[in-house]
């Protein structure tokens, strides 16, 4: 099992970035995709997450309105639009597969893969 995330780089306040997370080796409509970020010095953090059921979708409040997760089972790939973003969205970001009970859906411990990280740098 692969996830390769992408798309992370340098960008101006109020700007925008859009990461990608390119998946192989699973059954990909079958997994719930989020995106964790970590920050120098900090724990990793949710950030978002969409269900194998596309209906399904959170974010963590300090991203809402701002952020936009999708999948495309087509392609076995996930998305996180970023707009508005501030300097305190710095952080290395990574996606991650598993199939938690919604109740445990921002948790980093139930989801069994990993991308590598893309870094996100925020310039204010």
């Known amino acids: 099992v692969q996830l390769q995330a992408s798309g992370g780089g340098l960008v101006q306040a109020g700007g925008s970035l859009t990461l990608s997370c390119v998946t192989s080796g699973l059954t990909f409509s079958t997994y719930s995709l989020a995106w964790f970020r970590q920050a120098p010095g900090k724990e990793r953090e949710f950030v978002a997450v969409?269900?194998?059921?596309?209906?399904?979708?959170d974010y963590a409040d300090d991203v809402k309105g701002r952020f936009t997760i999708s999948r495309d089972n087509a392609k076995a790939t996930a998305t996180l639009q970023m707009n508005v973003l501030k300097p305190e969205d710095t952080a290395v970001y990574f996606c991650a597969a598993g199939k938690p009970a919604w109740g445990a859906r921002a948790m980093s411990s139930v989801y069994y893969h990993w991308g590598q990280g893309t870094q996100v740098t925020v310039s204010s």
């Open positions: 969409i269900r194998h059921i596309s209906s399904y979708i």
